[in-house]
């Protein structure tokens, strides 16, 4: 019979003085979430008050869900729950492959040189500021003088508005964050491929696999739980459009596709002051978003092997 071993435990101090220079890694982003993540959520509390300044949130009245019933008997709240989740849905279902392709595609290339040249420049538009890339579009699309429309006109054609046009503001918003961010997020789909055994693509290869088998019987299924657990992630923010780059781009012209949760939350609960209101619809949205994070992650551990939870 083998003797259960006791485990020592080592003394929180020793711990501490062990591991000081991780947790000092660490501290600044721990400290950041707190900060700006989990200590502003006390604040919810304000979308049940009529929130007052002066009484602040222990002298404010209590008035229950009416903030959001008055949001969902608003002629907005339809506009703004679709404008936001076909925005969402569009970035999602053409923005989510493209850097797997790219990463897919790029790893076929056998010259390191040539794969390392152009990983680098996929990944500069992301460090290019949402003001700068916003005003590069308008420089492009400028209907008097913008190559986009110098080339329409010279094919005969007349010239577009394209910031004026509520139906085009959704390809703009959408394509424009592909070109931006697609280098950037392809970063860790070629940190999955890097980890695929290199035997595999041997043994492939002794059976007469090519390039093309390898990749869609060997690459994709090894990276599989990766695409899994991002695109869980991607479901959870279906409804969290940033609102900084539609602020730069929309105008009341395109109010009809553009306007979503978030725009509208920054003008009545900033601009307008009315705290209680905004609260109250950027806290529907953030529940939401919880909600079909835990749907897609119940959906993939039933049908996969994977989950982020």
């Known amino acids: 019979m083998t003797k259960n071993k006791t485990v020592k435990k080592i003394p929180v101090g020793k711990l501490i003085k062990r591991d000081r220079y991780l947790i000092l890694m660490v501290a600044p982003c721990v400290l950041y979430f707190l900060i700006f993540h989990y ?3 006390v604040w919810n509390i304000v979308a049940f008050q009529d929130y007052n300044v002066r009484r602040g949130i222990l002298g404010s009245s209590w008035i229950g869900l009416e903030n959001f019933k008055r949001f969902f008997e608003s002629p907005y709240a339809f506009r703004l729950i679709r404008n936001t989740f076909l925005l969402s849905f569009m970035d999602l279902l053409m923005g989510f492959p493209v850097p797997i392709l790219f990463a897919l595609l ?3 290339v056998k010259k390191n040189w040539v794969k390392r040249t152009v990983q680098t420049f996929s990944y500069l538009p992301h460090f290019i500021s949402v003001v700068v890339v916003v005003g590069m579009m308008k420089i492009f699309l400028s209907p008097t003088d913008g190559i986009v429309n110098l080339a329409i006109q010279a094919l005969g054609g ?3 508005n394209f910031f004026s046009e509520a139906k085009i503001f959704r390809w703009l918003y959408v394509f424009s964050n592909i070109w931006q961010n697609f280098g950037w997020d392809s970063i860790i789909y070629f940190a999955a491929i890097s980890g695929v055994n290199p035997e595999l693509y041997e043994a492939a290869i002794v059976d007469g696999a090519g390039r093309w088998k390898k990749m869609f019987f060997i690459t994709l299924p090894c990276i599989a739980p990766t695409i899994i657990v991002l695109l869980i992630m991607r ?3 279906l409804l969290s459009v940033g609102f900084e780059k539609i602020i730069l781009m929309y105008n009341e012209a395109t109010y009809e596709t ?3 949760i978030s725009t509208y939350v920054y003008r009545v609960g900033l601009l307008n002051s009315d705290f209680s209101y ?6 529907f949205n953030c529940i939401v978003s919880l909600v079909l994070i835990i749907l897609a992650n119940g959906l993939s551990r ?3 092997d994977t989950s982020l939870f």
């Open 235 to 237: 479901i959870g923010w």
């Open 258 to 260: 553009a306007d979503v």
């Open 158 to 160: 007349n010239p577009i």
């Open 278 to 283: 905004g609260t109250a619809i950027g806290l």
């Open 302 to 304: 039933r049908f996969s």
């Open 39 to 41: 200590a502003p959520m």
């Open 106 to 108: 790029l790893n076929e």
